[in-house]
């Protein structure tokens, strides 16, 4: 009896001892299960960020080469107007569509950031919009100014002629006059004197005239000058502006390009 309540005893343990190892295999086979998949869990997540980086950088490369490609069509066009000394507003559309091209890659390089960069290409194409269109509003006011001037301009053939006729009666009158001295006779009612004053008359019409036409064109000319000196001010400010912009914005994506993005939590 007592043997067999030892047997009894001693295959229970060993029963539990059998469940306890399996308990515990199964538990470490589990942990490494786990471990496992942490492991290539974390792979494919720094493999999918690696390719997030290296996409956001390729986008970031291309969007910062086509913005300063626009740029670099604004200057040219901007200096090939410089050297002709011939702006109009043709010029300024063509001008006008490179801007636009700028600000538009701008907007691209806001969704591709970083911050910095974007701050810089939106600062380099507001200054260049603001050229545009103030070029654009002076080559408008300038057409509206000469045209203006060409309606009223000095009529220096009717000024020159209604002067000499002025002088030659003037001088026939004075010739009569000497005449008259000496023979000492009357210039009453002679037909030189309403010569002389019909001269006269249209002499004082024509110099007035000329006149109001030129302070017209001149008032015309002096808004002019004013609206150049307030352009070249701004431009020159612009200009400025744009060579610290393009500074920041160039050490700013180079920044960008070698420094790896952080991946987004």
């Known amino acids: 009896m007592d043997e067999l309540v030892i047997a009894l005893v001693a295959a229970v343990f060993g029963l ?3 469940v306890l190892g399996a308990v515990v295999a199964a538990r470490a086979t589990k ?30 490369l291309n969007a910062y080469e086509g ?7 604004c200057l040219r066009l901007t200096q ?19 801007a636009g091209r700028m600000a538009e890659r701008a907007r691209r390089i806001a969704l591709l950031g970083p911050p910095e960069v974007t701050q810089a290409a939106e600062d380099l194409a507001e200054t260049m919009q603001q050229d545009v269109d103030a070029s654009a509003e002076f080559m408008q006011a300038t057409e509206v100014g000469f045209s203006a001037m060409g309606e009223s301009p000095v009529d220096v053939a009717a000024v020159q002629a209604a002067t000499e006729d002025f002088e030659s009666r003037g001088q026939q009158l004075q010739d009569l006059l000497t005449g008259v001295s000496e023979s000492r006779e009357t210039v009453d009612g002679h037909p030189l004197l309403a010569e002389y004053l019909e001269s006269a008359d249209r002499y004082g019409a024509a110099s007035q005239a000329a006149v109001r036409d030129l302070q017209a064109n001149s008032n015309q ?26 500074e920041q914005f160039t050490v700013a994506a180079r920044k960008a390009l070698g420094t790896r993005p952080l991946p987004e939590k």
Do not use: M, P
Request: glycine share 4%; net charge negative; aromatic share 4%.
């Open 221 to 246: 000319l002096s808004e002019l000058v004013d609206q150049a000196s307030a352009l070249v001010h701004l431009l020159t400010h612009n200009q400025a502006a744009r060579e610290l912009s393009r």
């Open 16 to 18: 539990a001892g059998t």
């Open 67 to 73: 913005f300063l490609e626009a740029w670099d069509e």
């Open 80 to 98: 090939a107007s410089s050297d002709a000394r011939n702006g109009d507003l043709a010029s300024v559309d063509l001008l006008r569509e490179a």
């Open 31 to 60: 942990a490494g299960a786990e471990k496992n998949a942490e492991t290539v869990r974390r792979q494919v997540e720094d493999q999918a960020t690696a390719e997030h980086s290296h996409w956001l950088r390729q986008q970031r």
